[in-house]
């Protein structure tokens, strides 16, 4: 798919007061510093669309993004902020929830983990509300360029056992790095692919 064009279109608090469309939704969501905004900017081919690294106590918002003018991209506030108080935890869980369950055009869910990493509790557990919530999602491991090919599939395969107990069918997962750009052709043709569905 060829990315011709790549609008901001709204911030918003609440799933309710994002476009009402009928156009499809990509979200993108994963742990602080996974590499969300770096890897929407890789897709998109902009180098400012996603804003990188917006730091804690700053107003969590889900940004839209228009496409082509035929589906979007949302970036949706991070987690795992260490220093985060638990109020904000709760609202930020709130957020997420009220827009999984409100937002109708949301095809798919790109849940980030960073490939560098062993499987990380709180990556497991927002993949299990996602399953509890019945919101279609699918895996993709950031930072790939940051090691060997060796041992990204190590860890990926690390990940995927400790989800072997509670699900029955393995999830979906591509690979990235925005910075070899690795993983833009597949996530682009996976887009395509659910677009045309
Ligand atoms: P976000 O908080 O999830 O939006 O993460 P960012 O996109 O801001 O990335 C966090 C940090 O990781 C930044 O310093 C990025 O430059 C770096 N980064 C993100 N993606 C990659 C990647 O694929 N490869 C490498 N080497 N660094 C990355």
């Given at each position: 798919?060829?990315?011709?064009?790549?609008?901001?279109?709204?911030?918003?608090?609440?799933?309710?007061?994002?476009?009402?469309?009928?156009?499809?939704?990509?979200?993108?969501?994963?742990?602080?510093?996974?590499?969300?905004s770096?890897?929407?900017?890789m897709?998109?081919?902009?180098?400012?669309?996603?804003?990188?690294?917006?730091?804690?106590?700053?107003?969590?918002?889900?940004n839209?993004?228009?496409i082509?003018?035929?589906?979007?991209?949302?970036?949706?506030?991070?987690?795992?902020?260490?220093?985060?108080?638990?109020?904000?935890?709760?609202?930020?869980?709130?957020?997420?929830?009220?827009?999984?369950?409100?937002r109708p055009?949301?095809?798919?869910?790109?849940?980030?983990i960073?490939?560098?990493?062993?499987p990380?509790?709180?990556?497991?557990?927002?993949?299990?509300?996602?399953?509890i919530?019945?919101?279609?999602?699918?895996?993709?491991?950031?930072?790939?360029?940051?090691?060997?090919?060796?041992?990204?599939?190590?860890?990926?395969?690390?990940f995927?056992?400790?989800?072997?107990?509670?699900?029955?069918?393995?999830?979906?997962?591509?690979?990235?790095?925005?910075?070899?750009?690795?993983?833009?052709?597949?996530?682009?043709?996976?887009?395509?692919?659910?677009?045309?569905?």
């Amino acid at each position: 798919m060829i990315i011709k064009d790549a609008k901001f279109i709204s911030s918003n608090t609440r799933a309710d007061q994002c476009p009402q469309t009928e156009l499809p939704e990509y979200a993108f969501i994963g742990r602080s510093n996974v590499g969300k905004s770096s890897l929407i900017n890789m897709l998109t081919g902009r180098t400012k669309l996603a804003k990188t690294s917006s730091f804690p106590g700053k107003t969590q918002l889900i940004n839209h993004f228009l496409i082509n003018d035929k589906w979007y991209i949302v970036d949706l506030p991070g987690y795992g902020w260490a220093k985060v108080s638990k109020t904000s935890r709760e609202s930020w869980r709130k957020m997420i929830h009220f827009y999984f369950q409100n937002r109708p055009n949301l095809a798919c869910v790109f849940l980030l983990i960073d490939s560098r990493l062993p499987p990380q509790k709180v990556d497991v557990e927002f993949l299990e509300q996602l399953g509890i919530m019945g919101v279609p999602f699918v895996l993709v491991f950031t930072k790939t360029d940051k090691q060997s090919a060796a041992k990204t599939d190590a860890n990926i395969s690390l990940f995927m056992n400790t989800l072997k107990e509670n699900w029955e069918e393995l999830p979906h997962y591509l690979k990235s790095s925005s910075s070899s750009k690795e993983g833009r052709d597949e996530i682009l043709q996976f887009i395509e692919s659910v677009n045309q569905q």
